[in-house]
């Protein structure tokens, strides 16, 4: 019987799920929805990231303005985001005599966006990450997986900070 072939019903299923789904109002943040008219895309391209001090506070404001514009330019900005960091070594895996042989890098970050048009606060937030490295007898190795340490904490954290923040302004219609 050709009605009863796992092919047809997985398809009939799926069919199925997917009107289900179009009719309860689920839509991807970054898909058709739109928030005044506006893609959520573009919208995110009107955010001015505020500069950040610090090798490691330049890192996390370098990634969101890449994930907002995409490498391409920014629209005429309509929010503001004020971010403040602070990073932290933790010192792991001690020996007896002491010495850290691994250390974990954590960068906490506090941010607020601000709508430029009336200078209200519309979000504040925190994000966190850590990521942890080995320390090794080589100067320049543990320089460089310091290095290493920090710039995954900073993609970390402006994943996060953006991500909250695409759902705050995506709400925000």
């Known amino acids: 019987m050709w009605w009863r072939s796992p092919a047809l019903i997985a398809t009939v299923l799926a069919g199925a799920m997917a009107l289900g789904l179009a009719s309860c109002g689920i839509q991807?943040?970054?898909?058709?929805s739109t928030v005044g008219g506006a893609k959520l895309a573009e919208v995110m391209q009107t955010v001015d990231v505020t500069p950040i001090p610090g090798r490691v506070g330049q890192k996390v404001r370098n990634e969101l303005i890449f994930a907002n514009t995409g490498g391409g330019y920014a629209g005429p900005m309509k929010y503001t985001l004020d971010i403040t960091v602070k990073e932290r070594v933790i010192d792991q895996l001690v020996l007896i005599t002491g010495a850290a042989q691994g250390q974990v890098f954590e960068l906490s970050a506090s941010f607020k966006i601000v709508n430029l048009?009336?200078?209200?606060?519309?979000?504040?937030?925190?994000?966190?990450?850590?990521?942890?490295?080995?320390?090794?007898?080589?100067?320049?190795?543990?320089?460089?997986?310091?290095?290493?340490?920090?710039?995954?904490?900073?993609?970390?954290?402006?994943?996060?900070?953006?991500?909250?923040?695409a759902a705050v302004l995506s709400s925000a219609a």
């Open 28 to 32: 991807p943040m970054y898909g058709g």
């Open 117 to 165: 048009a009336n200078g209200q606060i519309i979000y504040q937030g925190n994000a966190v990450s850590r990521a942890p490295y080995e320390r090794f007898q080589e100067i320049f190795a543990n320089v460089r997986a310091r290095y290493d340490a920090e710039n995954r904490a900073a993609r970390t954290i402006s994943d996060s900070i953006k991500t909250q923040i």
